[in-house]
């Protein structure tokens, strides 16, 4: 039997809203392991000058705790 664990990251990119989710979860990679899923929960971004500079994007990401 396994359990789960979630928490929130925010990833952003002045690429696009999967830019975005992928900067989360390679940023996470970094110091949590068995990461299983995701949630994109929030969608939002910063505006310059009437123009998207960075999408902002929250994601909840689920992991499997060690034994």
Not at 55 to 65: H, Y
Request: no cysteine.
């Amino acid at each position: 039997m396994h359990a789960y664990k979630m928490v929130q990251l925010v990833g952003t990119s002045e690429k696009g809203i999967e830019d975005a989710v992928q900067n989360a979860l390679l940023r996470a990679k970094e110091s949590l392991r068995h990461m299983r899923w995701f949630t994109v929960e929030e969608t939002r971004g910063d505006i310059r000058e009437g123009r998207i500079q960075h999408w902002q994007v929250r994601v909840a990401v689920g992991f499997t705790l060690e034994e």
